[in-house]
């Protein structure tokens, strides 16, 4: 046996040195965008980009299409559970794909007498954050009302409540012409202070909404024809055992990047599993994973994976350190493997991107996996809380939660996840728990206050992009007592009943 002599840490026992915060460094000017698959030097434009270095965790209480496109919206990407059937993930693939961003589809209408349950039915189906009312329920009908996630959550607890009674009465302020350019929708969005703008042909009929994010997003280019669509970006989770059935499904469906899923990524399986992709589908990044170590790294590299995934046990449901007894502490892994991940570029001319996957509890701990080196994140229990999450919001010991278990729980019995290969399709023993998260709200605004404080972080450590955070920053261990300093203390908290005297 070798002994490291190093200790592995995790990401509570590290802050950052702030470093001289330039003028320039104010938040509106930071760049979260980030590469998520392998490039030549001198080509990262290349690569697959995400606006915000976010990614959802590939399980079943995490990553289905109503999240999918959710954080898609915000800029992320979410790689949809492989444990189901590849049928079905493909259908969720197929849907992300297929939504319309700005524009309200037929298949999110509903008619005037729906009631709110018929809505919540229909957001939860389709993943759409607006649902139009018209008069027959078809895009073609006469427009009387939007829904949105705004109102939704709202009026939740009015569930017998009639849809009308409830919808923001938009569309009877302010509409837009068919044909009306971008710039000028802007100026009707801004004069009279509009989130959505329903555009209306000659007949009165509803054909689009313009968004102030479809705007801001594209004010670089005023002359885009309005009732272009974009497509969100979605991936999608697989294993070492029915890819071949698997890939093609999803490959159809419209995925834009695979990643093999495995509590232990560094083995044979995937190097065949990498091979057998490359060879049939060259234009189809796949991801790998999970290593926690040079070697792992460097075997997943020259075996072809476009980008590859770091953590071993540090998952908020996972149990595989106390069953198993492998791993190593989060901060250490991500940092060690971006070493290996440099002097691959170094050496190759290649860059192969890092996701530090798990054990995210705070908001900063995102931040620091940047700056150690990760350039993006995944994250499972994050994103759980929140609306779009596929599971139950419920109230337990009087507070809202939600449900969130591990895929190697025996509530997802994801074995091929967890399987040495034998093959003989079971689980001899969990490496996962089945828990509760607290309920956080909806993703857009939860994502948004994260991301607010990452780039605040950014600015401190004088860092305007991911790369300059990696380059740039300074880390500093902290003792068990520094970390008590650092949240508040020896003062009473306001929240116990006072009375005046
Ligand atoms: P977290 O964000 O909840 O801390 O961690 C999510 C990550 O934990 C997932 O992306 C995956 O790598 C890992 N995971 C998922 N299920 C289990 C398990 O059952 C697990 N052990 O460790």
């Given at each position: 046996?070798?002994?490291?002599?190093?200790?592995?840490?995790?990401?509570?026992?590290?802050?950052?040195?702030?470093?001289?915060?330039?003028?320039?460094?104010?938040?509106?000017?930071?760049?979260l965008r980030t590469a998520i698959t392998r490039y030549r030097k001198g080509q990262r434009e290349?690569?697959?980009?995400?606006?915000?270095?976010?990614?959802?965790?590939?399980?079943?209480?995490?990553?289905?299409?109503?999240?999918?496109?959710?954080?898609?919206?915000e800029g992320g990407l979410s790689f949809i559970y492989g444990s189901q059937s590849a049928e079905s993930e493909a259908e969720m693939v197929r849907l992300v794909k297929s939504y319309k961003a700005g524009i309200v589809s037929s298949d999110s209408n509903l008619r005037e007498n729906n009631t709110l349950e018929d809505a919540v039915k229909l957001k939860n189906n389709?993943?759409?954050?607006?649902?139009?009312?018209?008069?027959?329920?078809?895009?073609?009908?006469?427009?009387?009302?939007?829904?949105?996630?705004?109102?939704?959550?709202?009026?939740?607890?009015?569930?017998?409540?009639?849809?009308?009674?409830?919808?923001?009465?938009?569309?009877?302020?302010?509409?837009a012409k068919e044909g009306v350019s971008l710039t000028e929708?802007?100026?009707?969005?801004?004069?009279?202070?509009?989130?959505?703008?329903?555009?209306?042909?000659?007949?009165?009929?509803?054909?689009?909404?313009?968004?102030?994010?479809?705007?801001?997003?594209h004010k670089d280019h005023p002359n885009e024809i309005l009732d272009r669509r974009k497509r969100l970006l979605v991936g999608a989770g697989i294993n070492t055992r029915d890819y071949k059935e698997r890939v093609p499904l999803l490959v159809q469906a419209g995925v834009d990047v695979l990643c093999i899923d495995s509590s232990d990524g560094f083995s044979e399986w995937q190097y065949e599993t990498i091979s057998w992709i490359k060879h049939?589908?060259?234009?189809?990044?796949?991801?790998?994973?999970?290593?926690?170590?040079?070697?792992?790294?460097?075997?997943?590299?020259?075996?072809?994976?476009?980008?590859?995934k770091v953590g071993i046990g540090g998952g908020s449901i996972c149990i595989t350190r106390e069953t198993k007894g492998i791993g190593c502490g989060q901060a250490t892994a991500v940092y060690n493997v971006a070493r290996a991940r440099d002097a691959y570029y170094e050496k190759n001319g290649v860059y192969i991107p890092i996701c530090s996957d798990?054990?995210?509890?705070?908001?900063?701990?995102?931040?620091?996996?940047?700056?150690?080196?990760?350039?993006?994140?995944m994250l499972g229990?994050?994103?759980?809380?929140?609306?779009?999450?596929?599971?139950?919001?419920?109230?337990?010991?009087?507070?809202?939660?939600?449900?969130?278990?591990?895929?190697?729980?025996?509530?997802?019995?994801n074995w091929q996840r967890y399987d040495e290969g034998n093959n003989k399709g079971g689980m001899l023993f969990e490496e996962g728990v089945d828990s509760y998260v607290p309920y956080a709200g909806s993703l857009a605004l939860n994502v948004n206050n994260s991301l607010a404080k990452m780039k605040a972080t950014m600015c401190s450590v004088g860092s305007l992009t991911i790369p300059e955070l990696q380059a740039k920053a300074r880390l500093v261990r902290v003792s068990a007592t520094s970390i008590v300093e650092g949240g508040a203390h020896d003062v009473i908290l306001k929240n116990s009943q006072s009375v005046d005297l």
């Open positions: 046996a070798r002994i490291f002599q190093e200790e592995s840490h995790t990401f509570s026992e590290y802050l950052l040195i702030p470093n001289l915060t330039t003028q320039a460094c104010q938040s509106q000017n930071v760049s290349q690569a697959l980009s995400i606006n915000i270095p976010l990614v959802s965790a590939i399980m079943q209480a995490v990553s289905n299409h109503t999240l999918a496109i959710a954080l898609a919206k389709t993943g759409h954050s607006t649902i139009a009312i018209t008069s027959d329920g078809t895009n073609s009908g006469k427009l009387l009302g939007l829904l949105t996630s705004r109102d939704y959550r709202l009026s939740r607890t009015a569930m017998n409540t009639e849809v009308k009674d409830l919808m923001t009465p938009i569309s009877r302020l302010v509409t929708a802007n100026d009707i969005i801004w004069e009279h202070k509009l989130n959505q703008l329903p555009i209306i042909n000659e007949k009165g009929n509803l054909v689009g909404l313009v968004f102030r994010k479809d705007y801001d997003s049939n589908y060259p234009n189809i990044p796949v991801g790998a994973g999970n290593v926690v170590d040079v070697d792992g790294f460097n075997y997943l590299a020259d075996a072809g994976a476009d980008f590859i798990g054990g995210i509890v705070h908001d900063y701990h995102m931040t620091l996996a940047l700056a150690m080196g990760a350039d993006f994140i229990r994050y994103f759980a809380r929140f609306d779009e999450s596929p599971t139950k919001r419920m109230v337990v010991g009087g507070k809202y939660v939600k449900e969130y278990w591990g895929e190697g729980s025996n509530r997802a019995r």
